[in-house]
């Protein structure tokens, strides 16, 4: 091996480039620089409008923050009440989500009925597509898989860069529709590789609706109770989409707005997803909770769970890194309207069995945390439960394994980044190019010999 690449040569160039990249905190305050696209007090700067989603956690009074209840706004549509009209009428509401998020206006019955089946017949997958490029090549992470395989069905597009809005239309639905089948796949071959256990394939029901196939496709005797599926279709529902300034969708329209192909956009939006500070956050809650579990005697004990977590809080304990993940969002601040919803039909679906009292571990860490970061920290903030709070719990409760919990994310979200996408090929225009400030020292060349 040449010693360029040595353990013990990269350290040390590693080291030196640490050093001279190293920025002056300080500098971002002299030179205004807005750090993750945020302004001073927490609030995203502005850089887009959008007809498609509003994320509203709060209000502006004289300058100051004024906390709100949460609200998820869908073209128009409050979430709370499409899930809740969706129960009443005790049907499944994924799919209409697609639809109004793609198409701009809830369907009628003709409408959703095609397009319930459309999606059906579009989850297919290429010949070989499985065996070539999930089989061959198997991964760890699904994520990843789902990114590579994205990109791969390019090539068996042949309106891969078809510019229409047609085309785009096309391409969206069909991955939609595919998305649950490739991670599906993927886990299933990921089993097998990794994992030393037996790799269950089934083919398509085409009678069934995505939370439906998703279910079927990953448990071995392919059974599910009407409960289980309605959840997960709840889970859909509130991931699907969450505004133009989250990473994703923002990663989304960056790569849209370079004039790149929709395949390459919606790969770089779900690595964006893939990340712990973003999709990946809820198993952090689960990892988490496991740890409360472990080392809690009595779980319904408020001051026992209220000492360990300001142990958690201390960095004492979990991960070290002094966080109560689930906790706090950069725009709810009352309530996040997707975890109020998700709260309350877990606990439904809780009800009577084992998983219940997790699920009750939750809502004391939920309650006790906001007077625990003042008593700690110092913090005042209004503070509440994100979505991820709860979502990877009920996942769990579903018998859904941990690797799946943020391509789950991902298959959910795939509808806001097509629409968002559309959307800045309609009326965006122009190349997203935010500045960056120069601060590095001019330099005289020095020749080769006379470097040290």
């Not at 994205?150 to 939609?176: F, N, P, Q, W």
């Not at 625990?372 to 009920?394: H, P, Q, W």
Request: charge should be negative; charged fraction near 25%; proline fraction near 4%.
């Amino acid at each position: 091996m040449p010693s360029f690449i040595s353990g013990a040569n990269i350290t040390d160039l590693c080291s030196d480039l640490a050093q001279k990249t190293a920025v002056d905190p300080k500098l971002y305050e002299k030179y205004h620089v807005k750090r993750g696209l945020r302004n001073s007090d927490g609030t995203g700067v502005m850089a887009g409008i959008t007809n498609i989603c509003n994320v509203h956690g709060y209000l502006l009074n004289e300058g100051e923050v004024e906390p709100i209840p949460g609200q998820l706004i869908y073209r128009g549509y409050s979430i709370t009440d499409l899930v809740e009209n969706v129960e009443k009428e005790d049907r499944y509401g994924f799919e209409e989500i697609v639809f109004l998020l793609l198409f701009g206006h809830l369907p009628n019955e003709q409408e959703l009925s095609h397009f319930n089946t459309y999606l059906s017949l579009k989850r297919d997958l290429p010949n070989g597509f499985v065996e070539d490029m999930i089989l061959k090549a198997p991964s760890k992470n699904i994520m990843n898989k789902l990114a590579r395989s994205v990109l791969a069905l390019y090539s068996y597009d042949d309106e891969c860069e078809g510019k229409s809005l047609e085309s785009e239309m096309r391409t969206a639905i069909s991955l939609i529709s595919k998305l649950p089948v490739i991670m599906a796949n993927a886990y299933q071959v990921k089993r097998r590789v990794f994992d030393n256990q037996s790799m269950i394939m089934h083919p398509i029901n085409y009678e069934e609706n995505t939370s439906q196939t998703i279910l079927s496709l990953l448990r071995p005797d392919r059974q599910y109770t009407k409960d289980e599926a309605m959840m997960l279709d709840r889970m859909l529902m509130i991931h699907a989409e969450h505004g133009g300034g989250n990473n994703s969708t923002f990663t989304c329209r960056v790569l849209t707005s370079s004039g790149t192909d929709p395949y390459s956009a919606f790969s770089s939006a779900i690595c964006s997803l893939k990340g712990p500070r973003h999709g990946g956050a809820n198993i952090k809650v689960i990892n988490m909770i496991d740890d409360f579990k472990a080392h809690i005697k009595n779980w319904e004990d408020e001051n026992e769970v209220a000492d360990y977590m300001i142990k958690t809080l201390r960095k004492e304990t979990n991960d070290h890194s002094g966080l109560i993940y689930g906790m706090g969002h950069a725009i709810y601040t009352i309530s996040d309207p997707r975890a109020v919803i998700l709260k309350k039909k877990a606990f439904e679906l809780a009800k009577g069995k084992e998983i219940e009292a997790e699920f009750r571990l939750l809502d004391t860490i939920e309650r006790l945390t906001p007077e625990i970061f003042r008593e700690v920290k110092g913090s005042t903030k209004t503070m509440c439960a994100n979505v991820d709070m709860y979502s990877g719990l009920v996942y769990r409760m579903l018998g859904i394994p941990e690797e799946l919990f943020t391509p789950l994310f991902a298959v959910a979200r795939i509808s806001g980044w097509a629409a968002h996408r559309m959307e800045e090929i309609l009326t965006g225009n122009r190349i997203i190019r935010p500045a960056y400030k120069a601060i590095a020292k001019e330099k005289e060349y020095v020749k080769l010999a006379d470097r040290s």
